[in-house]
């Protein structure tokens, strides 16, 4: 049940910048604190951890989220009444946590902002002072600390470009055989289960805001330059999506309209089965480009395919749209064929975008 | 969002300050009481997010072996940073790896951070490490009594959210069709149908992973029931994208005008019905009525037959709309009765009997 990312490169490189960054915030607190506290080094893990599409912003965000909470810990630190500390940070504790909580699902930087300001006003407010106290050390600290983890951040930028054709290929390769799937699934009512196996696994890609899908790319503030393309991207993406779910329901009608097949239904199985194929084709071509940065040479025709599938269809179906709904395998065989050419549109304008 | 709607979560972690805070205050003696008010607490946050309390439970303990150990190295100023270092990658490679158990490694290094830099002696390294122990042990057993019954709670709760998230998805696409500003700010409006889907991805994982959790402990015709609430949401997630195709099909943006009335009787009627849903989910009501929505829908049929079938450039999508349509009826219905399956089952009677 639990969604289990396969770890690229990208992970390991994000996971190993961050140790170091942290290895050298614990290095110049060694040396440099003003606090003589954790500061500089929880101040720089905080700050490290931001999604791809605008790090510098969230980076900057937690630094000022971190700074508040240090500020407000400071009132606190003031009252010498255990009792009234206690119950501020209580009311504190329990409306941020039961907000987080109960507004669920909320995205990752709003949950993240909400969890370092409650941790670090716990943290500030509870933490034996060693006199004498001033806020403004614990200031300068968690400044520090935030400099060098946007610093080490900075040097260790992946380029949009890259990340964003990383982060797709998981999920073109999970489409890369849902067609064929599909197909099977609708014309012979075969390979149900890897269907909906394939489905859940799309909608866990989809959902994983930082590991395994751009998400990021969509954040306020991303990178003017590339944005309109990647939003495009993705865009075109989802819908093809979207039209792989209509065809899962439409398969799961279960029309018996290809169990006793004639002449005609033959011939439009095959049809459907020849365009799946093809839009499958464009599917792969798409996942080479990503990975291998280069795209493949191809021969194929991807049109007159669409044009055959629907003389076929043709051949089936009531040519007057007023007669389809006499039955409803008509209508579900047509709604399909529709979905497979609006496929072939899409899957061909990503191509022809592409650099 | 309700924010009354689970008020024994309010309950639990008001509980958990309060012991944590009385038994700092009654163990003051003690330099490093703190540590027990900041694991109950962390550890509890540990304890909503996920489904049992053995997670956590292992957490805390993981939490003071890791702050023992800080403990010790804090000595040593040239072996503290590379220790920090491997715990700050195992941790990260941790979350990348199972990004919905984000938590548990960020408070792992956040504990080890913390203690790396107070050099204290053993003894109240020892202290440090009980206290952390302590407090993880007020969190799952306060939960483990207290909130015996939450994942019943969880389960409806996360199923209002699944619908909510079903029910705002329908609203968006259809203001696609309804709002004539679609064409120049594609985007904007593709970009809440995203936000909307993703919502509905995130609900319907953790209803699965709750549901999955409850079906151990119930009969196996309840747990086919669950299950078929479930299949259910899917089918009428299907069914609302395949709806939603209109869209990406229509040339002509003005032919919507000719079908407005009629599109924004349907889009009102199913704000209706997904809100009779949702009051479903936790009460014991009778099923939805969809005659409504069918009323709805045979209008605009109508129109399709009158108008939109001679003006419309492309009238099949028009048609294949209206199948569509006919099909999110039929979901809604064959979901509401699920519903109602469900909350004829024993198990869940109490909880809907309020």
């Given at each position: 049940m639990v969604h289990v990312t396969s770890l690229t490169t990208h992970h390991m490189r994000q996971a190993l910048s961050a140790g170091l960054t942290v290895a050298v915030a614990s290095l110049v607190s060694i040396y440099f604190v003003y606090s003589y506290d954790y500061w500089i080094i929880l101040s720089c893990?905080?700050?490290?951890?931001?999604?791809?599409?605008?790090?510098?912003?969230?980076?900057?965000?937690?630094?000022?989220?971190?700074?508040?909470?240090?500020?407000?810990?400071?009132?606190?630190?003031?009252?010498?009444?255990?009792?009234?500390?206690?119950?501020?940070?209580?009311?504190i504790f329990v409306f941020v946590s039961?907000?987080?909580?109960?507004?669920?699902p909320v995205s990752f930087t709003v949950f993240y902002s909400g969890i370092v300001f409650l941790f670090v006003t716990l943290l500030g407010t509870l933490e034996p002072i060693q006199p004498p106290y001033f806020v403004?050390?614990?200031?300068?600290?968690?400044?520090?600390?935030?400099?060098?983890?946007?610093?080490?951040?900075?040097?260790?930028y992946v380029q949009p470009a890259k990340a964003f054709k990383q982060d797709l290929i998981p999920l073109l390769k999970l489409l890369s055989a849902y067609p064929q799937a599909l197909t099977n699934n609708f014309l012979e009512h075969k390979n149900e289960k890897e269907c909906i196996e394939t489905k859940l696994a799309i909608e866990r890609v989809l959902q994983c805001d930082n590991s395994t899908y751009p998400e990021w790319a969509y954040e306020v503030g991303f990178n003017p330059s590339l944005?309109?393309?990647?939003?495009?991207?993705?865009?075109?993406?989802?819908?093809?999506?979207?039209?792989?779910?209509?065809?899962?329901?439409?398969?799961?009608?279960?029309?018996?309209?290809?169990?006793?097949?004639?002449?005609?239904?033959?011939?439009?199985?095959?049809?459907?089965?020849?365009?799946?194929?093809?839009?499958?084709?464009?599917?792969?071509?798409?996942?080479?480009?990503?990975?291998?940065?280069?795209?493949?040479?191809?021969?194929?025709?991807?049109?007159?395919?669409?044009?055959?599938?629907?003389?076929?269809?043709?051949?089936?179906?009531?040519?007057?749209?007023?007669?389809?709904?006499?039955?409803?395998?008509?209508?579900?065989?047509?709604?399909?064929?529709?979905?497979?050419?609006?496929?072939?549109?899409?899957?061909?304008?990503?191509?022809?975008?592409?650099? | 969002m309700d924010l009354f709607y689970?008020?024994?979560?309010?309950?639990?972690?008001?509980?958990?300050?309060?012991?944590?805070?009385?038994?700092?205050?009654?163990?003051?003696?003690?330099?490093?009481?703190?540590?027990?008010?900041?694991?109950?607490?962390?550890?509890?946050?540990?304890?909503?997010?996920?489904?049992?309390?053995?997670?956590?439970?292992?957490?805390?303990?993981?939490?003071?072996?890791?702050?023992?150990?800080?403990?010790?190295?804090?000595?040593?100023?040239?072996?503290?940073?590379?220790?920090?270092?491997?715990?700050?990658?195992?941790?990260?490679?941790?979350?990348q790896r199972y990004p919905y158990y984000f938590l548990i490694p960020f408070t792992i290094t956040l504990f080890t951070i913390v203690a790396s830099l107070q050099r204290v002696p053993l003894s109240l390294n020892v202290d440090r490490a009980l206290y952390i122990v302590a407090g993880t042990l007020v969190a799952t057993l306060l939960q483990s009594f207290l909130l015996f019954k939450k994942k019943y709670g969880e389960l409806f709760f996360s199923l209002k959210c699944v619908l909510l998230s079903l029910s705002s998805l329908t609203q968006d696409i259809f203001a696609c069709l309804l709002y004539p500003e679609y064409v120049d700010n594609v985007y904007l409006f593709e970009r809440r149908i995203h936000g909307q889907k993703y919502r509905f991805f995130q609900s319907i994982t953790q209803l699965r992973g709750i549901s999955h959790y409850v079906e151990k402990k119930i009969q196996l015709n309840e747990r086919q029931v669950l299950q078929e609430v479930l299949n259910k949401l899917e089918m009428l997630f299907d069914v609302i994208v395949d709806c939603g195709q209109l869209r990406n099909r229509v040339s002509d943006y003005s032919t919507f005008q000719l079908c407005a009335e009629e599109l924004g009787g349907i889009t009102k009627e199913l704000k209706n019905i997904f809100d009779q849903l949702i009051n479903q989910s936790h009460l014991n009501n009778t099923q939805v009525d969809v005659t409504l929505l069918k009323g709805k829908i045979k209008r605009f049929e109508e129109n399709f037959t009158n108008v939109l079938q001679v003006s419309a450039k492309d009238p099949l999508i028009f048609l294949l709309f209206i199948s569509s349509l006919n099909a999110l009826c039929e979901a809604i219905a064959a979901l509401s009765a699920s519903l109602f399956a469900v909350s004829k089952l024993e198990i869940f009677k109490s909880y809907f009997s309020k």
């Open positions: 893990f905080f700050v490290i951890q931001t999604t791809r599409g605008t790090p510098l912003k969230q980076s900057f965000n937690t630094l000022l989220v971190i700074i508040m909470a240090l500020l407000f810990s400071s009132l606190l630190i003031y009252i010498h009444e255990f009792a009234l500390v206690a119950g501020i940070l209580t009311v039961y907000l987080l909580y109960s507004s669920r403004h050390t614990r200031i300068a600290d968690a400044v520090i600390g935030g400099v060098i983890g946007i610093l080490c951040m900075a040097l260790t944005r309109s393309g990647f939003r495009f991207f993705l865009i075109t993406i989802e819908r093809i999506i979207e039209l792989c779910f209509s065809m899962n329901y439409l398969a799961s009608l279960k029309i018996n309209l290809f169990t006793h097949p004639n002449q005609h239904t033959k011939i439009l199985a095959e049809g459907i089965f020849h365009a799946m194929h093809k839009n499958q084709e464009l599917i792969a071509i798409l996942l080479h480009y990503f990975v291998h940065n280069k795209l493949r040479q191809f021969a194929s025709d991807f049109t007159s395919d669409i044009s055959t599938l629907e003389n076929a269809l043709r051949q089936v179906v009531p040519h007057r749209i007023e007669l389809l709904d006499i039955e409803s395998d008509y209508m579900t065989v047509t709604a399909f064929v529709r979905d497979i050419k609006d496929m072939r549109r899409l899957l061909l304008e990503l191509i022809m975008a592409l650099p | 689970q008020p024994k979560l309010a309950v639990y972690l008001l509980l958990v300050c309060c012991i944590a805070f009385s038994v700092s205050y009654y163990l003051q003696f003690n330099p490093q009481n703190h540590w027990l008010i900041w694991s109950s607490l962390f550890i509890s946050l540990l304890t909503l997010s996920s489904v049992g309390v053995l997670l956590p439970f292992c957490t805390g303990f993981i939490v003071a072996v890791m702050v023992f150990i800080v403990g010790v190295l804090a000595h040593h100023d040239y072996v503290l940073p590379t220790y920090l270092f491997a715990v700050t990658f195992i941790c990260l490679m941790v979350e």
